[in-house]
T-cell receptor, first 109, second 115 residues
Framework: GEDVEQSLFLSVREGDSSVINCTYTDSSSTYLYWYKQEPGAGLQLLTYIFSNMDMKQDQRLTVLLNKKDKHLSLRIADTQTGDSAIYFC?????????FGTGTRLQVTL | DTEVTQTPKHLVMGMTNKKSLKCEQHMGHRAMYWYKQKAKKPPELMFVYSYEKLSINESVPSRFSPECPNSSLLNLHLHALQPEDSALYLCASVGQGEVGTDTQYFGPGTRLTVL
């Protein structure tokens, strides 16, 4: 089956940039998504990128897609304590999502 | 309104109890989903309803019984659960939203504990 891999943990200082990386296997994905999950809560769509794009910027968020290497990254500029959460990289279509393992982002003062 | 609501927020039940989880959306979405999420793991798909008909059942045990009474409402009936069924149960619906493309919108989840 399809697979999405992420590192499990990232720790950054408040104000620094965070970069969360992901690799995926599904070359037929139309979109790639980043969802955020705060403790005990549901998943919130952060951003997405269409598979024929290389980059997408949305305020503090920058998504980079290397389709050749099947590598996706999420950069959060000026990371705040409120950004502490689990970030899921997800491939597939809206109807059928393949979840990564999730990266826990810890923001320290 | 891009909200999926779930009730109850928390549920504690014994192995002989019967209970139900409820999910509601008023975005006009025609596909609704149930996921199960264990601690420190990604969500696992359980059921998909499309146009009020069950389209996907990911080999879920029969002690979980989904129901879709109408296009806005999705229930999950629970009976004779096991302690290992304790998890966060997430509901989602799919449709066009602010992002301009089909997206899954998730509810806040029901935290289920089976004693």
């Amino acid at each position: 089956g399809e697979d999405v891999e992420q590192s499990l943990f990232l720790s950054v200082r408040e104000g620094d940039s965070s970069v969360i990386n992901c690799t995926y296997t599904d070359s037929s994905s139309t979109y790639l998504y980043w969802y955020k999950q705060e403790p005990g809560a549901g998943l919130q769509l952060l951003t997405y990128i269409f598979s024929n794009m290389d980059m997408k910027q949305d305020q503090r968020l920058t998504v980079l897609l290397n389709k050749k290497d099947k590598h996706l990254s999420l950069r959060i500029a000026d990371t705040q304590t409120g950004d502490s959460a689990i970030y899921f990289c997800i491939s597939g279509t809206a109807s059928k999502l393949t979840f990564g393992t999730g990266t826990r982002l810890q923001v320290t003062l | 309104d891009t909200e999926v609501t779930q009730t109850p927020k928390h549920l504690v039940m014994g192995m002989t109890n019967k209970k139900s989880l409820k999910c509601e959306q008023h975005m006009g979405h025609r596909a609704m989903y149930w996921y199960k999420q264990k601690a420190k793991k990604p969500p696992e798909l359980m059921f998909v309803y499309s146009y009020e008909k069950l389209s996907i059942n990911e080999s879920v045990p029969s002690r979980f019984s989904p129901e879709c009474p109408n296009s806005s409402l999705l229930n999950l009936h629970l009976h004779a659960l096991q302690p290992e069924d304790s998890a966060l149960y997430l509901c989602a619906s799919v449709g066009q939203g602010e992002v301009g493309t089909d997206t899954q919108y998730f509810g806040p989840g029901t935290r289920l504990t089976v004693l």
